[in-house]
Structures are given as C-alpha cells and as structure tokens.
C-alpha cells in the first residue's frame, strides 16, 4: 500500500517539477524582453521587423535630411543587418517585445538620439520621437501572466509530492524509478514549451509584425533545448532501467518461502 502511494506521489511530482521547468524556460525564451535585446541580431533577420523599423524612420527624418523616404530606408534596413545596427536598435527591439506581451503600457518610440545613431545624421536630432505601430497581443499577455503564477505553484506542488512520497518510505529502486520518471518527463516538455510551443503555436495568436521576433529567439536557442532534452530522456530512461534491474536483483535474492506439505506419520 505504502509502495503503490509513493510511486503515485513521484509520478505527480514528476509531472509538476517538470511543467514547473518547461514553464520557465518558456518564459526564458517567449517572454524574456532582456534576451530579445542581446539577441537583436537575431530578431532583426526578419524582413518584416527591419522595415517596420526602417519605415518609420524613414518617414520621419526624409524632410528633415532632404532625401526621399526610401533612401533612408533602405540605409537602415541594411543597418540593421549588421551586429553593429542591432546593438544600436537592440533597445527598440526589446521595447517592441514588451510592448508585444502586455509588460509595457507606453508606446514604442524611437527617440531623436536613436534617429540621429540610424541615419549619422545629427540633424534630426532636434525631431521628436516617432512612435512604432506596435499592439498588444491579448493572448500573450495572459499566457505571461498565466506562467507568472502557473510555475511557481507547480514547482511547489512538485515538491510537496516529492516529501510525501520520501516519507511514505518507498523503496531505493522506486526513488530512482520516480526521478526517471521525472527526467523523460521534463526532456518531452522541455522541448515541447522550449521549441514546438514558441516556434510553431505562439506566432499563430496574432498577425503582429513583431510577433515572430518570439520563434526567433526559440530558434535561436534550440541546439540547447536539444541536448537538453536528450540528456534528461537518456538520463531518465537509464534510471529506469537501473530500477527494474535492482527490483529483479533484489527479488532473486529473497528467501523463498517452502511450504511443507502433510507429514507422513511412521507407525
């Protein structure tokens, strides 16, 4: 009885841990506006998001410079291809990106030091700032602050099955059953929230031209999600099979109880 609830406590404890790691790591990678500045670069492959850019500045600063729109649009679209122009915009990026999720309220604005930097011009730095037509997405801004809440209660919960189950005394082999459990668990997660989830299902919300700066990101970092999840479906496969091989040790060895049968009495 006390065996079959441990292993019922490490499997919810393996489910919850594991929703409460895929979870973060999400949000690492969908809404972690921070990294979406340091990975401009990235986010800027994108045509879209470069002409966004390129558009409005363009427009802003033509009269002032004296030079068609395009002219300055395309100066700063090919910018914005170099490391050097996506340090420049990273914080433009990482603005856009808040704005994107619902953590930031105030618009997007590219002010006349940024102008003046995007088209080594001084004069248009005496130009307002110009604002990027970036919405909100309603569906990310509650899918953040769902995982705002979702993880930490997870991760709690997790634990929580994870004592219970270690005062339940459960058997070594079902302990490590338990953490096998736990790592194939989190690898297949891992890769779903870490990789499938932000590249494949976040863009399709919303048709927001910054909305594939998040399967940017997601891509960006997949040769981790990968050896991560191979690491803990391997790891936890093999913790398995160390299980069934200790409980099938340990079944050999026990004394094997020899029941006798009627004793023949001798007259």
């Given at each position: 009885m006390r065996r079959g609830?441990?292993?019922?406590?490490?499997?919810?404890?393996?489910?919850?841990?594991?929703?409460?790691?895929?979870?973060?790591?999400?949000?690492?990678?969908?809404?972690?506006?921070?990294?979406?500045?340091?990975?401009?670069?990235?986010?800027?492959?994108?045509?879209?998001?470069?002409?966004?850019?390129?558009?409005?500045?363009?427009?802003?600063?033509?009269?002032?410079?004296?030079?068609?729109?395009?002219?300055?649009?395309?100066?700063?679209?090919?910018?914005?291809?170099?490391?050097?122009?996506?340090?420049?915009?990273?914080?433009?990026?990482?603005?856009?990106?808040?704005?994107?999720?619902?953590?930031?309220?105030?618009?997007?604005?590219?002010?006349?030091?940024?102008?003046?930097?995007?088209?080594?011009?001084?004069?248009?730095?005496t130009l307002p700032p110009?604002?990027?037509?970036?919405?909100?997405?309603?569906?990310?801004?509650?899918?953040?602050?769902?995982?705002?809440?979702?993880?930490?209660?997870?991760?709690?919960?997790?634990?929580?099955?994870?004592?219970?189950?270690?005062?339940?005394?459960p058997r070594k082999a079902?302990?490590?059953?338990?953490?096998?459990?736990?790592?194939?668990?989190?690898?297949?997660?891992?890769?779903?929230?870490?990789?499938?989830?932000?590249?494949?299902?976040?863009?399709?919300?919303?048709?927001?031209?910054?909305?594939?700066?998040?399967?940017?990101?997601?891509?960006?970092?997949?040769?981790?999600?990968?050896?991560?999840?191979?690491?803990?479906?391997?790891?936890?496969?093999?913790?398995?099979?160390?299980?069934?091989?200790?409980?099938?040790?340990?079944?050999?060895?026990?004394?094997?109880?020899?029941?006798?049968?009627?004793?023949?009495?001798?007259?």
């Amino acid at each position: 009885m006390r065996r079959g609830l441990a292993g019922l406590l490490f499997f919810i404890a393996a489910i919850c841990l594991a929703l409460a790691a895929g979870g973060w790591y999400l949000q690492r990678v969908a809404f972690d506006t921070a990294r979406s500045g340091d990975l401009a670069r990235v986010v800027l492959r994108d045509d879209g998001i470069r002409n966004e850019i390129a558009t409005v500045a363009g427009q802003a600063t033509a009269a002032t410079l004296g030079v068609p729109p395009e002219q300055i649009q395309a100066q700063v679209d090919q910018l914005a291809r170099t490391n050097q122009g996506a340090a420049l915009m990273s914080q433009i990026v990482s603005d856009a990106h808040a704005k994107l999720i619902g953590e930031r309220s105030a618009p997007v604005e590219i002010t006349a030091a940024q102008l003046v930097q995007l088209t080594r011009d001084e004069r248009v730095g005496t130009l307002p700032p110009v604002v990027l037509p970036v919405e909100e997405v309603g569906v990310l801004s509650a899918i953040r602050e769902a995982l705002g809440w979702a993880v930490p209660i997870a991760a709690i919960l997790g634990g929580a099955a994870l004592l219970l189950g270690l005062v339940a005394h459960p058997r070594k082999a079902d302990a490590v059953f338990g953490i096998g459990t736990f790592c194939i668990v989190a690898g297949v997660v891992a890769f779903g929230l870490g990789y499938l989830v932000p590249v494949y299902a976040l863009p399709h919300v919303s048709d927001n031209v910054w909305a594939p700066a998040i399967p940017a990101v997601a891509r960006y970092a997949l040769p981790v999600v990968i050896v991560a999840s191979v690491v803990l479906v391997a790891g936890g496969a093999g913790l398995m099979l160390a299980a069934a091989a200790a409980r099938r040790r340990k079944a050999w060895s026990a004394p094997v109880p020899i029941r006798y049968g009627d004793q023949h009495r001798w007259s």
